[in-house]
C-alpha cells in the first residue's frame, strides 16, 4: 500500500459493509445505557490493515511528537492523610493531531491519502452506525503510536468545561499493529470496578468504539522477544459530538 483509499469502505470485509449499511448485530449498541465500550473484530480487511501499520510506520512515524505524563512525586510526598491519594491521567506514547493544515504531520498525513480516507462519506457514516446516534459534521482526528512499554493510565476522558461534550460524546479508534507486538490491553470499568479487559494488538484492524466519559486504562504494550524497536501499535482516533447532546 502506497497510498490509502479515498474511502473508508474500500477498508472493510463484507462484514464491515454490513455494518456501514446499518444492519451489522452491534449496529447502535452504544444506545444501551449500560455499553459504554465496544471492541470489534473482521470489520477491516486483515491485509490492508498490515499494509497500513507498514504505511504509517514509514511514513508518519517522523512526525509525532512525544507525549510523556509521569505519576507526579508529589502524589506521594504532599500527600498528608492515609489513602487520600488523587491519580491524575498519566501517559507515554507519541501522538499527533490531523487537524491543522499547517502542521508537518498533516501535510504527509495528506500525501498518502490519509486525511482523505478519514474524511470520507463512508468513515462518518460507519461511526455514526458503531454510535447509534446522529453525529455532528465536523469531528477531531488524531493518530496515536505506541511503542514498547507504552500506555495510557486510568481516565475518563470527561470534558465538563466544554458545554458540547459534557454530557457524554463518541470515540472510534482503529488499530493496527506491527509483526513485533505481543500484546497490549484495553482495560475499563463496569458498575464501578475494572472488571472487563480487551486485547487490543492481535485483531488486525481492531475496531474499538468509545461512549465516554467512563473509567478506562490502556496496559504497557509488550513486544516479542528481541523485537522492542519494532513493536508498535498504530490508533486512528475520530472524536465525534452527538448531533442532540440531551442523553448520557
Known amino acids: 500500500m502506497r497510498r490509502f483509499p479515498a474511502e473508508f469502505a474500500d477498508l472493510l470485509t463484507p462484514r464491515g459493509e454490513t455494518l456501514l449499511a446499518g444492519r451489522h448485530a452491534e449496529s447502535g449498541a452504544l444506545t444501551n445505557p449500560r455499553t459504554r465500550f465496544l471492541a470489534l473484530g473482521g470489520l477491516i480487511d486483515p491485509k490492508q490493515a498490515r499494509a497500513v501499520a507498514l504505511l504509517l510506520e514509514k511514513s508518519l512515524l517522523a512526525h509525532l511528537r512525544e ?3 509521569p505519576i507526579p512525586p508529589e502524589t506521594i510526598w504532599e500527600e498528608t492523610r492515609n489513602y487520600a491519594e488523587q491519580l491524575p ?5 507519541r501522538t499527533t493531531h490531523l487537524d491543522n493544515p499547517r502542521s508537518a504531520a498533516f501535510r504527509v498525513a495528506q500525501d498518502i491519502g490519509l486525511i482523505a480516507c478519514l474524511r470520507s462519506d463512508s468513515y462518518r457514516a460507519f461511526a455514526a452506525a458503531l454510535a447509534g446516534r446522529a453525529l455532528k459534521k465536523k469531528y477531531g482526528l488524531q493518530a496515536i503510536a ?3 512499554g507504552d500506555y495510557a493510565g486510568p481516565h475518563t476522558d470527561h470534558h465538563p468545561e466544554e458545554s458540547d461534550a459534557a454530557r457524554g460524546y463518541f470515540d472510534m479508534h482503529l ?3 506491527t509483526a513485533a507486538v505481543r500484546d497490549q490491553y484495553l482495560v475499563y470499568a463496569r458498575t464501578g470496578h475494572f472488571t472487563e479487559m480487551v486485547e487490543v494488538t492481535q485483531t488486525p484492524g481492531l475496531v ?8 478506562h486504562y490502556t496496559t504497557p504494550l509488550r513486544a516479542k522477544p528481541k523485537q522492542d524497536a519494532k513493536a508498535r501499535r498504530w490508533v486512528l482516533l475520530g472524536t465525534f459530538l452527538f448531533a442532540d447532546q440531551g442523553a448520557r
Open 67 to 69: 507525549m510523556a505524563q
Open 89 to 93: 491521567k498519566t501517559m507515554r506514547q
Open 146 to 148: 505506541y511503542a514498547t
Open 175 to 177: 488499530s493496527f499493529a
Open 208 to 215: 474499538t468504539a468509545y461512549r465516554l466519559p467512563f473509567w
